[in-house]
């Protein structure tokens, strides 16, 4: 199946920032050394330097600010910003794509400070270099010292981040026992998990207007 083609760009955006509890405690800001390394062969240079870029906006103006699309375009050395198969508009359809922007009723763009770890098939499509770079970075410092209630909150924030990303449970369990999270504890994080993604989502629909539930 064709993959969908990047719709066409208004002028400007609104860029507002797009807070999510559980990714912003467990994941990567989005200028941080695990983003540069391993989200980079993700998202692209492209979308990585525009997310940055979106996220330096947001420091200066906290509670959101207007985004001069061609303008951007042209000071990333993107060209224009129109056309569907314009550099910028697929940088943009890609930070949309993975999740690390969102655009709402064509006038706004969501934009997350941090980006979740990796999920295992994103990993398995990095070079093998980097993938046992990832591996060594997952699994470097132990976290076996933390209180055992610390433990079971960082396990129910990963598996939370893991399903929101759309891992069905047994992946995301899997998943836990390779950040080495003790079975049990995984089993029921991954538990814990799957009912709070499931009351969030039934919110989400509810909120949705009777003509597109």
């Known amino acids: 199946m064709a993959r969908p083609q990047p719709s066409p760009l208004p002028a400007t955006l609104f860029v507002e920032p797009w807070p999510d509890p559980v990714i912003d405690a467990v994941g990567h800001e989005v200028r941080s050394a695990y983003v540069e390394r391993f989200w980079l062969g993700v998202l692209g240079p492209s979308a990585t330097w525009l997310l940055r870029r979106l996220v330096a906006g947001l420091d200066e103006a906290?509670?959101?600010?207007?985004?001069?699309?061609?303008?951007?375009?042209?000071?990333?050395?993107?060209?224009?910003?129109?056309?569907?198969?314009?550099?910028?508009?697929?940088?943009?359809?890609?930070?949309?794509?993975f999740g690390a922007t969102q655009l709402v009723a064509d006038t706004t763009l969501r934009v997350r400070r941090h980006l979740p770890p990796l999920t295992r098939m994103q990993v398995l499509r990095l070079p093998e270099s980097l993938q046992a770079a990832h591996q060594a970075w997952t699994e470097g410092p132990s976290a076996s010292n933390l209180p055992v209630d610390q433990l079971r909150e960082r396990a129910r924030?990963?598996?939370l981040s893991l399903l929101d990303l759309g891992e069905d449970v047994d992946a995301t369990e899997r998943q836990l026992h390779r950040w080495r999270v003790h079975p049990a504890m995984a089993h029921e994080a991954v538990a814990w998990a799957r009912q709070r993604h499931a009351a969030t989502v039934a919110v989400r629909q509810d909120d949705l207007p009777p003509e597109a539930a």
């Open 157 to 159: 924030g990963l598996a």
């Open 62 to 97: 906290p509670d959101g600010y207007d985004l001069d699309l061609s303008g951007t375009a042209s000071e990333l050395g993107l060209g224009h910003h129109a056309g569907r198969n314009a550099p910028f508009v697929r940088s943009f359809d890609r930070c949309c794509r």
